[in-house]
């Protein structure tokens, strides 16, 4: 049976070899979820710089033959850029939403993106932006710098949560959050996440979700305070 839905994993390496010897990767843990369900695909990409990301995207969106699929960007971050690394050059956010608007047809099936990089989810304003003119229902991402073992365990609890929509459910803001609180509950508001120097973040302080559901009429919204509410964090 031909999985009905594929989560693109394009992933920028996290540590020198030096730093980190065994190059530690997300994509272990998606493919244990992955593993659960024979409905789901997980295809995996290595990015460094901005043409390779383009590559690896172009690559995916081309090639895979999944009907609904998520988008799981998962790199360092800083404000406004994703990846980069050392003398390496990030890739601005505004970027990726602009690759995705231009690279083929395919990028209708994206369901949603979840940007598992440090600092991104800072310019809600990026957010909102990018999701216009395109079908894409949500972005989650991260305001601050975020412990790397404990964010990927939270983005693959919501990628879970997500794949399990009804294409109809992306039609209804309130499905979405909804979905989003589903994922999310399972963790403890009050844990510290991250931070900025010293000064530690909750991951109820450090999260970011932007929605536009399908269909007309709908405008992107900032939705972290009904995701917060719906949590009751």
């Known amino acids: 049976m031909m999985p009905q839905k594929a989560i693109l994993v394009i992933e920028s390496p996290w540590w020198t070899p030096d730093q980190n010897r065994r190059r530690a990767s997300v994509l272990p843990m998606l493919q244990a979820m992955g593993n659960l369900s024979e409905h789901l695909a997980i295809y995996h990409s290595y990015f460094y710089e901005k043409h390779g990301f383009q590559a690896a995207l172009k690559d995916d969106l081309s090639h895979t ?3 609904r699929l998520y988008l799981y960007v998962a790199a360092h971050g800083s404000r ?4 980069g690394a050392g003398e390496t050059p ?6 990726v939403f602009k690759e995705l608007k231009r690279n083929t047809a395919q990028y209708r099936h994206i369901e949603g993106v979840l940007l598992g ?16 003119g395109t079908r894409i229902a949500w972005v989650f991402g991260y305001t601050c710098e975020i412990d790397w073992l404990s964010s990927t365990f939270i983005d693959v ?17 309130e499905e979405i959050v909804k979905a989003f609180s589903g994922a999310l509950r399972r963790f403890s508001g009050e844990y510290p996440i991250g ?12 999260i970011v979700l932007v929605t536009r559901p399908r269909g007309q009429g709908h405008v992107s919204k900032d939705s972290t305070g009904d995701l917060l509410a719906a949590l009751g964090w």
């Open 195 to 206: 931070g900025e120097g010293r000064r530690k973040i909750s991951l109820a302080d450090s």
């Open 80 to 83: 406004r850029t994703v990846g």
């Open 65 to 67: 033959k999944e009907s």
């Open 157 to 173: 609890a919501i990628l879970e949560r997500l794949t399990r929509l009804r294409e109809r459910q992306l039609s209804d803001r």
């Open 90 to 95: 990030g890739l601005l956010l505004t970027t």
């Open 117 to 132: 990089s440090c600092e991104v989810g800072r310019n809600t304003g990026d957010l909102m932006n990018g999701l216009v």
